[in-house]
């Protein structure tokens, strides 16, 4: 068999690997790539109506982004994931559906592609054997975020795991990745942070809280920009382990996330119940600006998207508190290069309204981060303990450096691929 990489290889986006058997083809996620003006697609993918089966491991755009484009160009195949990743799924395509549209990019699909996704999709329950022509496999949590799944997959009498995005530890949000995997002949690691520790999360946890505490104390409003799935849920859950004297207010995207994770059933969501009381009792959803102009009236804590404020209401928030000393932004993940969020925290300045404006309030970084950290994907790949170790989903120094521990500290055969490459099995 061959294992054919036509995207995240050496590279974060565009998630796409296909498994080419003797008689049958089958893709494992269909990501985009997001670039400064517009995506990127996965590369060379030849007669998409051929593909079997499609696998899907988690919601994230770069793994489920292309799914639209494979319908346009017809691919007939089922698409396999939890019933929780395809909800989330489906409104992020929306989404970026209509972004495209509004921002005149062309996203390579149309609005009936959506429909053709939404008939192809088969919900795979967790932890149970499945069998799709001669293709087998069980799709495990993967800890990253709500719906997530890690793939064990057989197929001409070889085992391949894939991890898709994953986390060994437990989160507030969500129960640690499974790790008992048996004869494995291929893991197919993430290595988002391949060369990067990650701060201790429960240390992390406190810091922050006391941060924000700090803020309401000298009655500034505290802005947290997140990213709608995944971590504007764990940010809630965190400030509910506290009480602070001023109103916590959540915004955009993430309230329709919020809904479905705490009206679909998902035994690996960590504290479902919590998720709820936070959203019913614990903070007020902002539906509307004059709702938001009346909560900035007084001191706050403003949970909002996009995490990266690249665009979403957060931006209307700072317009409102940037020029306040007493106040402060707290960006919660990673940065991409030339986004706002990065300019902001290496230089300082946003631009809002397409000035570039040099805040006065205070800005700090906390990497809440859902994936696994250098010491969780070492632990990881030496309990599952493969013949084949191939590591993607990272840029090239994390790839690398994943390759050379593991090349000098187990047994496994190595690869780091880069897009377009073939590796046989
Ligand atoms: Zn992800």
């Known amino acids: 068999m061959k294992l054919v990489f036509h995207g995240a290889a ?8 296909e498994i080419k058997t003797k008689g049958e083809r089958y893709l494992l996620d269909a990501g985009i790539k997001f670039k400064e003006h517009g995506f ?20 994230h755009l770069d793994h489920t982004g292309s799914l639209p484009m494979f319908e346009h160009h017809n691919i007939t195949c089922p698409i396999f994931c939890t019933k929780l990743t395809y909800q989330l799924t489906k409104i992020l395509l929306r ?48 800890g990253h975020i709500p719906g997530s799944a890690m793939m064990e997959i057989e197929t001409e009498g070889k085992k391949i795991v894939y991890t898709g995005d994953m986390k060994m530890r437990p989160s507030l949000l969500m129960k640690g990745a499974y790790s008992n995997y048996k004869d494995v002949d291929v893991l197919i690691i993430e290595s988002t942070y391949g060369n990067r520790t990650l701060p201790d999360r429960e240390k992390l946890k406190e810091r922050f809280l006391d941060y924000v505490q700090s803020i309401v104390d000298q009655k500034g409003s505290v802005v947290i920009p997140v990213f709608s799935l995944g971590r504007a849920q764990e940010i809630l859950m965190i400030l509910s382990e506290r009480k602070f004297k001023v109103p916590i207010y959540y915004e955009g995207m993430c309230h329709k996330m919020q809904r479905k994770m705490i009206t679909t059933p998902d035994k690996y969501i960590n504290n479902q119940k919590r998720l709820q009381k936070m959203m019913t009792t614990g903070a007020t959803h902002i539906g509307s600006p004059r709702r938001r102009m009346y909560a900035l009236k007084q001191p706050g804590i403003f949970v909002t998207t996009s995490g990266m404020l690249q665009g979403g209401p957060v931006l209307s928030y700072i317009k409102e508190i940037w020029h306040d000393q007493r106040s402060a932004i707290f960006l919660t993940g990673y940065q991409c290069k030339r986004t706002n969020g990065r300019h902001l925290y290496e230089d300082g300045f946003v631009y809002i309204d397409g000035w570039k404006t040099y805040v006065k309030c205070a800005v700090e970084k906390f990497d809440f981060s859902g994936h696994a950290s250098e010491e969780e994907l070492k632990e990881f790949i030496q309990k599952v303990n493969p013949k084949t170790l191939i590591i993607q989903h990272g840029d090239p120094e994390s790839a690398d450096a994943i390759k050379e521990w593991a090349e000098k500290n187990t047994k496994s055969k190595c690869y780091a691929p880069i897009v377009g490459d073939e590796i046989s099995i």
């Open 40 to 59: 990127e697609y996965p590369e060379a993918i030849t007669n998409l109506p051929d593909i079997d089966g499609l696998l899907i491991s988690h919601a």
């Open 95 to 142: 989404d970026s559906y209509k972004i495209a549209r509004i921002k005149h990019l062309h996203p390579a699909f149309d609005k009936i592609d959506l429909k053709k996704v939404s008939k192809a999709v088969r919900y795979i329950e967790y932890d149970k054997p499945y069998k799709h022509r001669d293709l087998r496999f069980i799709f495990r949590n993967a």
């Open 10 to 17: 050496k590279e974060v986006g565009r998630s796409c690997i």
